[in-house]
């Protein structure tokens, strides 16, 4: 982690040494997985100004597109976020374990991402709340939350999540024409909204992820 030294200079102009990198310009990105297969990142820069990428999945599954996609996005100067798809079956730390170790060595531009959405197994929240504290832990970034209305309900827990509003969210809801989202129980405002699945994008092939950005890196 890069520590700064702050100076208040009299006319009210504030520096930092080194110079703080600026923050990526964000407005509207993409997320994608293996199943976007072969993609032209130049192309998609032309188009698009962030990307989710999935890293893995459960407690032993590494999208095979990963390194490419991760490396790939980054060559061309696209600000990336990797996301794990989180299974209940599975032990939270080794869950975290195998994310965490996808990203060591370059931990992307934008934080990383807990997509909830598994409904084969019974949804715990402590088990969800030890996984995220061990990202966070041991990336030193707080994660975000993927998830939407039509799966977290605090019906399907049992009752409200306190803590999940402490955490930015990314909200999955399909509309070409609504103003905002819906949001899922437990948060009142959302980081980026997941608008279609069919998204046409120059670089890729078939359909894609649209997502929006609100709010501050």
């Known amino acids: ?16 040494s080194p110079a703080k990198p600026p923050a990526p310009v964000l407005t509207e990105g993409i997320d994608v ?12 820069k032309s188009q698009k100004t962030f990307a989710f990428i999935k ?4 407690n032993s599954i590494t999208d095979p597109k990963f390194s490419t996609n991760w490396s790939g ?3 061309v100067g ?20 195998l994310f965490c170790s996808k990203l060591v060595t370059d931990k ?7 997509d909830v959405e598994d409904t084969a197994t019974p949804a715990n929240a ?3 709340k030890l996984f995220i504290d061990t990202v966070t832990s041991s990336l030193g970034i707080r994660p975000i939350i993927y998830t939407g209305s039509w799966w977290w309900t605090n019906a399907r827990w049992g009752g409200s999540v306190p803590w999940a509003k402490d955490y930015a969210l990314w909200v999955a809801y399909y509309s070409l024409t609504a103003a905002v989202p819906v949001l899922p129980t437990d948060w009142k405002t ?19 992820d649209l997502n929006r950005y609100n709010g501050v890196v």
Do not use: C
């Open 108 to 114: 992307g531009e934008l934080p990383p991402v807990v």
């Open 78 to 97: 696209i600000p990336r976020g990797a996301y794990h798809f989180y299974q209940f079956r599975f032990d939270p730390i080794s869950q975290a374990n």
């Open 126 to 128: 402590s088990q969800l």
């Open 33 to 44: 997985s293996l199943y976007q297969g072969i993609i032209n990142w130049a192309s998609v």
């Open 1 to 16: 982690m890069t520590l700064y030294s702050r100076t208040d200079n009299a006319d009210g102009s504030i520096l930092f």
């Open 190 to 208: 959302y980081q980026y909204w997941q608008y279609t699945s069919s998204g046409v994008v120059a670089g890729i092939s078939g359909n894609v």
């Open 73 to 75: 996005a980054k060559a």
């Open 55 to 58: 890293a893995t999945q459960g």
